[in-house]
């Protein structure tokens, strides 16, 4: 199988790249923003199934184990993985799969309340092995308070979910009723 493809971007379509290495262009699914022309690394995971043989890319090794970790929950295909991660980022994904954010999971394409309750169910205890690393702490229990707290004021969740990661990570110990104002200003401060 293949495990990793280095080459230029010759063509961008939807989802997927044509990767040329060696003179060969190999037609790659990704999540990845990636430019024409640009040299890229790609991790590969290779999926057959009766009628098809795809390729997937990511740029890195915790990309590729996530895709296999989604795409490992009953009615999460590659499609859907893709989907997923195409939408919110890995952090994001990961924090929101440990916190048990259904609304994060579900703001992807395909993905209703039920399927983002399901990858919960059977990813959580998941998130703490070797292939997942959080750094610090993110998924304490300020989070989900300071993401409610901004969404009751009108904020979208996808807007506002990396810079209230980053507040509750810098803020370990801060209460919920502190980092409100300190979300406020950052947010008037864009």
């Known amino acids: 199988m293949i495990g990793k493809l ?3 971007i010759d063509y961008i379509g939807d989802g997927f790249v044509i990767l040329m290495v060696g003179g060969v262009g190999y037609k790659v699914y990704t999540p990845e923003i990636l430019t024409l022309k640009s040299p890229v690394s790609l991790w590969i995971e290779t999926i057959v199934r009766e009628d098809s043989l795809r390729l997937f890319g990511f740029s890195t090794i915790a990309g590729q184990n996530l895709f296999n970790q989604l795409t490992t929950v009953s009615g999460v295909g590659p499609k859907v993985a893709l989907a997923i991660m195409g939408t919110i980022k890995t952090d994001t ?3 929101a ?5 259904a609304k994060t999971i ?3 394409p395909g993905v209703g309340k039920k399927v983002a309750e399901k990858i919960i169910v059977e990813l959580k205890n998941k998130m703490g092995g070797g292939n997942f690393d959080f750094g610090n702490d993110i998924a304490g229990g300020a989070l989900p308070d300071l993401l409610a707290a901004l969404e009751s004021l ?3 969740r996808m807007d506002i979910i990396d810079m209230a990661q980053k507040l509750v990570s810098n ?9 409100v104002p300190m979300a406020l200003k950052e947010i008037s401060s864009k």
């Not at 370990?172 to 980092?179: A, C, H, I, Q, T």
């Open 106 to 108: 579900a703001t992807a």
């Open 93 to 95: 994904l990961m924090s």
């Open 154 to 156: 009108g904020y979208k």
């Open 171 to 179: 803020n370990p110990n801060m209460d919920v009723s502190k980092l």
């Open 6 to 8: 280095q080459g230029v």
């Open 97 to 101: 799969i440990a916190t048990g954010d």
